[in-house]
């Protein structure tokens, strides 16, 4: 039991480092109905890692620059300028719907990063491991990374958390309800596009959408503030990470697909319980 813990406990601080951010972004995902913004952005992160694994290798340098650092500043520029794009699309005069603009944008990232992928050694791994991650493999160097990340950008939105949440509460009926919309749309989306540089360093791009989604929707069922969601999506994303551990230790089971599938099944039986509230009603 004693060894469990030890080897689950890294994967599982990093879980809640993980849903301690994920659910609150969620939340204004969920809110402003771009559910896709998390895997396209991870996309576009990933796409500016691969690009500067090119880059090292068409100089000589891989090897010589520590990976993660130097993969994480290209990917940073690429959200950056995606989180520009997305800000300035936002637009009254812009007929093409926000939703429609990221699933092109995922859709281009992914294709760019197979096709540089397929023709580098090992091109495999790096796409299994973008996609599902390396959350049971976490080093405390990474989870102190991913903390001092959450530390940072949770608490310039909890500083500006008035603007955010009227932001998001205001984002479909295209009000204007607060000064320079366009350049805090922009902190908006970049510091997301922050979180998941990271996250997905961790997690890898599926797990993170997951923790990003289902938490927040299961917490749409049963309250409207933002921080009843926020406590709501917490403890339930905490509960199914400790089930996914566990089942995942004692089953010999990748964890994070595990976490996913209790998610789900978590899902669903939220929505059970909110159909009965209603039929009850």
Known sequence: MLTALDFMFTPFIACILLLGITVYFGIHVIKREIIFIDISLAQIAALGGVVSLIIQ???????QIHDHGSHTMLSYIFCILAAIIFALLKNKKVKIPLEAIIGVSYAVATTGTVIILDKGAGGDVH?????????????WH???????????????????????FRLTDNYLENK???????LWDFLFYFTFGIVIVEAVSVGGII????????????????????????????CVGSL????????????????????????????????GLKALKLIGK
């Open 57 to 63: 290798k068409s100089y000589g340098t891989e090897g």
């Open 127 to 139: 796409i299994h491991d973008m996609l599902a991650g390396t959350i049971l493999w976490v080093t």
């Open 142 to 164: 990474q989870i102190f990374r991913l903390f001092i990340n959450v530390a940072i950008i949770g608490g310039f939105h909890f500083i500006f958390r008035k603007k955010f």
């Open 176 to 182: 204007d309800s607060i000064k320079n919309p366009i």
């Open 207 to 234: 797990t993170v959408f997951a923790f990003l989604i289902i938490p927040a929707s299961i917490s749409a069922f049963f309250a409207d503030g933002w921080f009843s969601r926020i406590l709501i999506g917490l």
């Open 240 to 271: 199914v990470t400790i089930l996914g551990l566990y089942l995942s230790w004692v089953m010999d089971i990748p964890c994070s697909p595990t976490i996913i599938l209790f998610l789900g099944v978590f899902l669903l039986i939220a929505l």
